[in-house]
């Protein structure tokens, strides 16, 4: 009985590490709420978990947040969209390397009337600059994500401080870009927003796309591995795994198969 007893208490222990193992198998990716409202991680991530048998939980924010995110260590993978940050991230030692992932563009809608009269627009300066001319309603996500920061670079370019004007015609939300378009389409407002995340947008109501094609609307994503000499509980093997089949050729041939109603919502560009 005693002998019973102690194989069972051996191989219990000798199963258990096993276990844990086999229930760390995760990766925790900080990433951007498009990235997650387009719908592209519910399409890719399970086929990376088929092929590796690790999980990727995302957390959803804006870039910004991400950014500090990973930058506490909460996080094993960064995946945003605001080059010049991200290499400010690697370059000061929170990340190991950064890679190009894939792009899609910006774009901005508004209600059929058009108080601005941007419609047709290939210009977002002068976009923005009628748009602040007319003191027409913009609901601006206000949350220091990858599209606010795009924004905010836009209206620097174009010479005007709507901050100023926030609560008036300048409307700063701070909230993600599904729940910034349902803001902005109740409120007839103008929205920057990515295209993937518009495309996906359900409560598009009678809005319409206004100004496209402006080279300055040019949407690139980025990945980088968290470092782990910051943050030794980062899982940089398996962090390193995802990476490697994002830029490699299946993880590139499944962003460029993602597609809604026949629209491919990212191009993959890992070179």
């Known amino acids: 009985m005693v002998r019973t007893i102690f194989l069972t208490v051996i191989l219990m222990l000798s199963i258990l590490p ?3 193992h086999a229930q760390e198998k995760f990766i ?3 990433s951007t709420t498009s990235t997650q409202n387009s719908g ?6 399970p086929k990376f978990t088929a092929k590796t048998g690790i999980e990727v939980r995302v957390v959803a924010v804006g870039t910004g ?3 500090k995110n990973a930058r506490n260590g909460d996080g094993d993978v960064l995946l945003v969209h605001a080059k010049p940050a991200e290499e400010k991230f690697v370059a000061e030692g929170w990340g190991v390397k950064r890679y190009d992932v894939m792009y899609n563009d910006f774009i901005i809608v508004g209600p059929p009337n058009d108080p601005a009269g941007i419609s047709g627009l290939k210009d977002a300066v002068v976009a923005l600059k009628k748009i602040a001319a007319s003191k027409s309603a913009f609901a601006s996500r206000g949350d220091d994500s990858g599209t606010n920061k795009k924004e905010k670079s836009l209206w620097k370019a174009a010479n005007i401080d709507a901050e100023k004007d926030s609560g008036k015609w300048y409307r700063e939300l701070g909230s993600g870009m599904g729940a ?7 409120m007839r407002a103008y929205v920057m927003s990515d295209r993937a995340t ?15 094609g402006d080279d300055r609307l040019f949407n690139q994503y980025g ?9 030794p509980r ?26 809604l109603n026949g629209k491919q919502l990212f191009t993959p560009n890992a070179g």
């Open 180 to 186: 910034t378009l349902n803001t902005g389409v109740g």
């Open 40 to 45: 592209l991680f519910d399409y890719i991530l």
């Open 234 to 259: 980062v899982k940089s093997h398996l962090g390193q795994q995802f990476i490697d089949w994002l830029v490699g050729r299946a993880g590139q041939a499944a962003i460029g198969s993602y597609k």
């Open 65 to 67: 947040q991400a950014i």
């Open 223 to 231: 990945v980088m591995l968290v470092s782990g000499k910051k943050h």
């Open 18 to 20: 096993s276990a844990v």
């Open 28 to 30: 925790i990716v900080q």
């Open 198 to 212: 518009w495309t996906k947008f359900a409560n598009k109501g009678d809005y319409k796309i206004m100004v496209e």
